[in-house]
């Protein structure tokens, strides 16, 4: 049998960008703290899941413990999946976090460090699907844990990120890529694909680019990155991870990062949709023709 297949195209539109921002917004009014490993982590996990399903989009808690230096703690993933109409085909995996630095002082909004991608990744689960089939499965994993509690090791940080891609391992998925999201609503938007990424999966991430116009938006980083893409890369997945790295009160600085100054004002619908055009494209790059 010959299996005759049109993947359709992804649009991710200025209404896109307005539900992500709103998203957001949402997420910090009604939401923070979200510490991972509390009531309040928890509480933020069900609001997303509801919030996707307000678009159409079919979300689940994935609920898991896990130890940290405080001992085990309850978690919760929100995982959104997009089955391809293709047989055998592969998963794109898209992954970011909800959860505040507990090591912050406080009030700590989180807005562009886990809310602005949280915002992001549930309108482009609605881009795509509206979008239909893809020609790739299509994940959207909302990952708990990403924050330290003391300092990232085995036990602490990316509990939610390793626990997905655990979850893809077991299951004998096909993972085609595993992109991060992180720090994209800055109103000065300069994204980083740091250099601890998929050779392979960074040449599409700036062909994908071109093609969408958003080159200069785009560059290489010098260095590694720790981000919840790390986990699907040492899981032995393709993986690249989309972050601003510069958000501060000047180019080059990164001064509201982690600090009481990351709020919602600092968030713009603007660099949401050139963020969400930027994921769209890489996903066109990489669907099966």
Same mark, same amino acid.
């Given at each position: 049998?010959?299996?005759?297949f =049109? @993947? #359709? /195209?992804?649009?991710?539109?200025? $209404?896109?960008?307005r539900?992500?921002?709103?998203?957001? *917004?949402?997420?910090? %009014?009604?939401c923070?703290?979200?510490?991972?490993g509390?009531?309040e982590?928890?509480k933020?996990?069900?609001?997303?899941?509801?919030?996707?399903?307000?678009?159409?989009?079919?979300?689940?808690?994935?609920?898991?413990?896990?130890?940290?230096?405080?001992g085990?703690?309850?978690?919760?993933?929100?995982?959104a999946e997009?089955?391809?109409?293709?047989?055998?085909?592969?998963?794109?995996?898209?992954i970011?976090?909800?959860?505040?630095?507990p090591?912050v002082?406080?009030?700590?909004?989180?807005?562009?460090?886990?809310?602005?991608?949280?915002?992001?990744m549930?309108? =482009? @689960? #609605? /881009?795509?699907?509206?979008?239909? $089939?893809?020609?790739?499965?299509?994940?959207?994993?909302? *990952?708990d844990?990403? %924050?330290?509690?003391?300092r990232?090791?085995?036990?602490?940080?990316?509990?939610?990120?390793?626990?997905a891609?655990?979850?893809?391992?077991?299951?004998g998925?096909?993972?085609?890529?595993?992109?991060?999201?992180?720090?994209?609503?800055?109103r000065?938007?300069?994204?980083?694909v740091?250099?601890?990424?998929?050779?392979?999966?960074k040449?599409?991430v700036?062909?994908?680019?071109?093609?969408?116009g958003?080159?200069?938006?785009?560059?290489?980083?010098?260095?590694?990155?720790?981000?919840?893409?790390?986990?699907?890369?040492e899981?032995?997945?393709?993986?690249?991870? =989309?972050?601003?790295?510069e958000?501060g009160?000047?180019?080059g600085?990164?001064?509201?990062?982690?600090?009481?100054a990351?709020?919602m004002?600092?968030?713009?619908?603007?660099?949401?949709?050139?963020?969400g055009r930027?994921?769209?494209?890489?996903?066109?790059?990489?669907?099966?023709?």
């Amino acid at each position: 049998m010959i299996e005759f297949f =049109l @993947a #359709a /195209a992804i649009s991710f539109t200025p $209404a896109d960008a307005r539900l992500a921002h709103a998203t957001a *917004a949402g997420l910090v %009014e009604n939401c923070t703290p979200r510490d991972a490993g509390t009531p309040e982590g928890l509480k933020a996990a069900r609001w997303i899941r509801d919030r996707a399903a307000e678009e159409g989009v079919d979300a689940r808690l994935d609920p898991f413990r896990a130890m940290t230096p405080d001992g085990e703690r309850d978690f919760a993933n929100v995982v959104a999946e997009i089955p391809s109409a293709r047989t055998n085909a592969p998963w794109v995996v898209f992954i970011s976090h909800f959860d505040t630095a507990p090591t912050v002082k406080r009030p700590f909004e989180g807005a562009n460090d886990g809310a602005s991608t949280t915002g992001l990744m549930v309108a =482009l @689960a #609605a /881009a795509v699907r509206r979008a239909g $089939a893809v020609g790739v499965n299509v994940a959207f994993e909302w *990952a708990d844990a990403e %924050e330290c509690r003391v300092r990232y090791g085995p036990d602490d940080g990316f509990q939610g990120a390793r626990h997905a891609a655990a979850r893809f391992r077991a299951q004998g998925r096909r993972v085609k890529a595993a992109i991060g999201l992180d720090m994209l609503g800055d109103r000065d938007l300069h994204v980083t694909v740091p250099a601890n990424g998929d050779a392979a999966l960074k040449e599409a991430v700036f062909r994908a680019a071109k093609e969408a116009g958003l080159a200069p938006l785009v560059s290489s980083g010098r260095y590694g990155v720790l981000d919840d893409f790390v986990a699907f890369h040492e899981a032995g997945f393709p993986a690249v991870d =989309l972050i601003d790295f510069e958000y501060g009160s000047a180019p080059g600085k990164n001064d509201y990062w982690h600090t009481p100054a990351d709020t919602m004002d600092k968030v713009s619908a603007e660099s949401l949709e050139k963020a969400g055009r930027l994921a769209a494209a890489i996903l066109d790059a990489l669907k099966e023709k």
